[in-house]
């Protein structure tokens, strides 16, 4: 069995011709299922005759496949204790305030301190009597258990959680088909051009940053991403915009800001700013920095309860960190 790192290419032969990529790959790699591939070959981990590829890909005779082998997946978080604010909680479902700095589930790196471990911890251990120990939903595999949809590391705010598995299908079925709203709250580096507008711009993996997103057409990692943002308050090289993002591809908010020409503030992958310091409101050089991480907030978010199918909304408002920098901005960049 190959280490994780390294490269191991094949030829397609005529037995997987019009077999699709993910299938082959967990035939040949037994130690990972279909699903743990599937997410190896989104973050272009496999290339075929020299293009980055995607699941789906139904192979022809002849075709070189490169695989980078992924670290192995692991068995599951760890239940770790660990204060997590919860919005709602039943049998079917929970909704929790992310703080930012928290990672959604393990990944390479990033294996303690996740919000899936908190959820363990909360739901499977010391949950109220008031409601059923079901635990997590299973359906995104044993690292992600209750995960329906993500947020940064370094986004706050409203993320829902599936309890069961019925559930989980439920509530993925409504991001499939897009009837899940979302808002976000964002401090943008510069002003938009207009107080309200769509972004219709294709996203995949940029061609040289493995770790970020880029504005890409016509590359095999693309997908359709449409952002809507209403611009709520303007200040001097600023703005307070209200954005809804209609699809939900990775750091989709982030790209689109920054697409054009208003990345999110303090954004260290697409704004070359990794913090902002008092000097940048006209206070003392030596000063603390007020905010080391990006200004965006996962303000609220609309769907249907899976079980009752009420219409539900939940919503966080902005944390102490962004809301110093708004003030900030209010009282020296205000243009009024």
């Not at 993910?22 to 279909?34: H, W």
């Not at 709250?185 to 107080?195: K, R, S």
């Not at 943002?229 to 600023?238: N, Y």
């Amino acid at each position: 069995m190959p280490n994780p790192g390294d490269e191991v290419s094949f030829s397609a032969d005529n037995a997987v011709v019009g077999v699709r990529l993910d299938q082959v790959l967990s035939q040949r790699f037994r130690a990972y299922s279909r699903s743990y591939l599937a997410r190896a070959i989104e973050r272009g981990a496999v290339r075929v005759d020299g293009v980055t590829a995607k699941a789906s890909l139904k192979l022809k005779e002849g075709a070189v496949v490169c695989f980078t082998v992924p670290e192995p997946p692991r068995s599951g978080p760890e239940a770790e204790e660990m204060p997590l604010e919860f919005l709602f909680i039943d049998e079917a479902m929970a909704v929790v305030n992310k703080p930012s700095g928290m990672v959604v589930h393990p990944a390479k790196g990033n294996w303690k301190g996740t919000l899936a471990g908190g959820l363990k911890w909360h739901l499977e251990r010391h949950v109220s009597e008031a409601v059923d120990r079901k635990g997590l939903s299973q359906t995104g595999g044993p690292t992600r258990p209750g995960i329906v949809h993500r947020l940064d590391r370094d986004t706050s705010g409203v993320i829902v959680v599936a309890r069961n598995d019925v559930s989980h299908q439920m509530l993925a079925k409504q991001f499939e088909k897009r009837t899940v709203q979302k808002t976000y709250l964002a401090i943008t580096q510069g002003q938009p051009e207009f107080d309200r507008d769509e972004i219709r711009l294709a996203i995949g993996v940029h061609p040289y940053q493995r770790e970020k997103m880029a504005v890409r057409s016509s590359h095999s990692t693309s997908r359709d991403a449409v952002t809507r943002f209403e611009v709520l308050e303007r200040f001097k090289g600023a703005a307070l915009v209200k954005v809804f993002p209609k699809t939900g591809r990775t750091h989709q908010i982030r790209v689109h800001l920054a697409a054009i020409g208003c990345p999110v503030l303090a954004d260290a992958l697409y704004s070359g700013r990794s913090s902002i310091e008092p000097k940048f409101f006209g206070r003392p050089k030596n000063s603390p920095a007020i905010l080391c991480r990006q200004a965006l907030h996962a303000e609220s978010i609309t769907l249907d309860h899976p079980v009752t199918g009420e219409r539900v909304t939940f919503s966080s408002p902005l944390p102490s960190d962004i809301q110093v920098v708004l003030d900030e901005l209010r009282k020296y960049a205000s243009v009024s």
